[in-house]
């Protein structure tokens, strides 16, 4: 369950308990005005006469009637207190007027069962309550509730308003709670909408931790992909421009050698042939770096013989790198196969091995050595020149589109490098550039299986 499902249920239960407790504090408080039995009659029993009633009950349960009357008269004589001792027959002990109000609501106090205010007490066969009526009757505090409809149904009308009161607070809160980033969310999309692209909203959501937050956090994502695809688009519609250019302006030289000196068209011709063969060079790379980065091929994997492909790739390098009187040294262990397209990653090496022979001089080695790594879950191919190698800087500059470094590699379009990574890259693969210690360049490629 996500954080957003544990929030809801909290508040959920929240408002259940907030209900619950204001229901069962107003119910309490109904109770509580209805404890007292004399709530709505004329109070008729002294409550002052309890302990005088509670030794009357001791004298009577261990001396018996003579005691108890003995006491009741000095009560009486004394005007301490006026107690009555009333058997079942409604008869004083002292023959007196009893009052039947008084008798009744004392009768009343014991069933609900008032032992501190009245008590009975069993003397021989007889039953005798004692009790202390008051000599007026005391008009007692009415209820705080009249009795009506509203009051009968109290306890449902009290649970549902709690409950809608409560609902209403935690929804309010809940809803300022997920409205808020959300309207940040939806300003830093009008933001990027607006060409915005360094808008960022993670920083406005540090202090939480849920499913929003994580959202901010893909929407930042996001914006830095989308600001870096636009960026990149932008330099490489730079690059393509200047790279245009100089052709461009060569064969517009060309055109007015010829139309000047009509005696050089022949030589004009052929510097023609090769510049067009330059400019569709380079659109042919920049339309094939343009389907790797969108995704888009036309070919089905397939499953290629690896070692097979680089015999192919290695055997045509060979006539290339003779004319050059460089050697290829090239050395594979073992059969492997995987999962690809093998027009991709046939472009990808030899890409790689013709950039080693541009930069090997007259006499120089270049080793090929093929095979699977330690844990034979991925088919290394390190390919070694001798070459001038390249700066430390310029390493992580390596694969950028356009990019050809120092002056003596400036020679060439400069997206051999960047295409074979991209499609090293479509195969779930790596590949790396390194200097070697003895001079020269080391590019190894990993495919996994």
Do not use: C
């Amino acid at each position: 369950m996500g954080r957003l499902f544990w929030k809801f249920f909290f508040s959920f239960w929240l408002t259940l308990l907030a209900a619950a407790i204001s229901a069962g504090s107003f119910v309490w408080l109904k109770h509580a005005t209805d404890d007292d039995p004399l709530s709505r009659d004329e109070r008729l029993i002294d409550f002052r006469g309890i302990p005088y009633v509670h030794v009357a009950a001791d004298i009577g349960r261990n001396q018996g009637l003579e005691a108890l009357s003995a006491f009741l008269k000095q009560s009486q004589q004394n005007r301490l207190m006026n107690l009555m001792a009333v058997n079942t027959d409604n008869q004083d002990l002292l023959q007196r007027r009893v009052d039947v109000s008084a008798l009744s609501q004392a009768r009343r106090l014991l069933a609900k069962g008032k032992d501190r205010i009245v008590e009975q007490v069993r003397i021989g066969d007889e039953n005798w309550l004692l009790y202390a009526p008051l000599a007026e009757p005391e008009k007692a505090p009415g209820p705080l509730f009249k009795k009506s409809w509203v009051l009968k149904h109290l306890p449902l009308l009290l649970i549902i308003s709690s409950a809608l009161l409560a609902s209403l607070f935690f929804s309010a809160v809940l809803a300022w709670y997920f409205t808020r980033p959300i309207s940040k969310l939806k300003k830093a999309l009008q933001s990027v909408a607006d060409g915005k692209l360094d808008t960022r909203v993670g920083s406005q959501m540090k202090n939480r931790r849920d499913e929003l937050a994580e959202l901010g956090q893909n929407f930042d994502f996001m914006t830095s992909q989308i600001s870096s695809l636009v960026n990149g688009q932008r330099q490489l519609l730079h690059d393509v421009s200047h790279e245009l250019r100089s052709p461009l302006a060569r064969v517009q030289a060309a055109i007015g050698i010829a139309q000047q000196q009509p005696e050089k068209v022949n030589t004009t011709l052929s510097r023609l042939e090769k510049e067009a063969e330059r400019m569709s060079d380079l659109v042919g790379e920049l339309l094939l770096l343009s389907r790797m980065e969108t995704g888009v091929s036309h070919n089905q994997p397939t499953e290629i013989d690896i070692n097979l492909l680089l015999d192919e790739i290695v055997a045509d390098a060979r006539f290339e790198a003779e004319a050059k009187s460089v050697h290829i040294l090239y050395q594979h262990d073992g059969q492997v196969s995987l999962l690809g397209q093998q027009e991709l990653l046939h472009r990808a090496i030899e890409n790689v091995l013709r950039n080693a022979i541009k930069f090997s001089d007259a006499g120089g080695n270049i080793s090929i050595r093929a095979g699977l790594d330690a844990n034979a879950r991925h088919f290394d191919i390190v390919i070694e020149d001798e070459g001038p190698g390249v700066s430390d800087a310029d390493l992580t500059k390596l694969f950028r589109p356009f990019f050809r470094g120092e002056p003596q590699r400036r020679d060439g379009i400069g997206l051999g490098l960047t295409i074979a990574q991209r499609a090293v890259t479509a195969h779930r693969g790596r590949i790396e550039a390194e200097n070697r210690s003895q001079g020269g360049l080391r590019i190894r490629i990993s495919l996994p299986l």
